[in-house]
T-cell receptor, first 115, second 114 residues
């Protein structure tokens, strides 16, 4: 089954404790992206990657890091989480053609709470 | 810069009634426009998209949207609401930078009552 898998789905952590949210897709997609969803703000892009070893900032990259060492994986790293990073996070992927037309496949989301 | 505005954070309809979710876009070039749906505790999935072919676009689950350049609108409609349509709906515009970047609206939650 074609899917984007995120882990963990739910996480409560404390300020300053490094964490990683993993994202893996099994569709051989070139394009992957991270979004955060906040009430009243919709989805905002954090980082994206057009292929292995190619990453770039989205609209709200501060406080986040990413890496793309393999095509299927695109982890989101919070080096020192703060309460304003409490949010619902989504990973998404797209093929080359889909990337050009905006057809994204989303994971089920990771709800992060930073105390 | 391209952007979308969704009017109404919540829309309530009765089962069987017309669904109308509004989206207006801002773009200096012909846009690609999308509607995504998010069911509770799930990720977003593509409902339909406009990519400069037919202005009336049909999507899944009986939804459709009409691109109106003169009104800069891309409203989502469904003739008869079902309880299963209760979800959050996001309009999005694609920014033409090679690999397309999607800019999402703030979302509209559709509530369907019996």
């Amino acid at each position: 089954e074609a899917q984007v898998t995120q882990n963990p789905r739910y996480l409560i952590t404390v300020t300053g404790k490094k964490l990683t949210v993993t994202c893996s897709q099994n569709m051989n997609h070139e394009y992957m992206s991270w979004y955060r969803q906040d009430p009243g703000l919709g989805l905002r892009q954090i980082y994206y990657s057009m292929n292995v070893e190619v990453t770039d900032k989205g609209d709200v990259p501060e406080g986040y890091k990413v890496s793309r060492k393999e095509k299927r994986n695109f982890p989101l790293i919070l080096e020192s989480p703060s309460p304003n990073q409490t949010s619902l996070y989504f990973c998404a992927s797209s093929s080359g053609t889909g990337g050009k037309t905006g057809e994204l496949f989303f994971g089920e989301g990771s709800r992060l709470t930073v105390l | 810069a391209q952007s979308v505005t969704q009017l109404g954070s919540h829309v309530s309809v009765s089962e069987g009634a017309l669904v109308l979710l509004r989206c207006n876009y801002s773009s200096s070039v012909p846009p690609y426009l999308f509607w995504y749906v998010q069911y509770p505790n799930q990720g977003l999935q593509l409902l339909l998209k406009y990519t400069s072919a037919a202005t009336l676009v049909k999507g899944i689950n009986g939804f459709e949207a009409e691109f109106k350049k003169s009104e800069t609108s891309f409203h989502l409609t469904k003739p008869s609401a079902h309880m299963s349509d209760a979800a959050e709906y996001f309009c999005a515009v694609s920014v033409n930078t090679g690999f397309q970047k999607l800019v999402f609206g703030t979302g509209t939650r559709l509530l369907v009552s019996p």
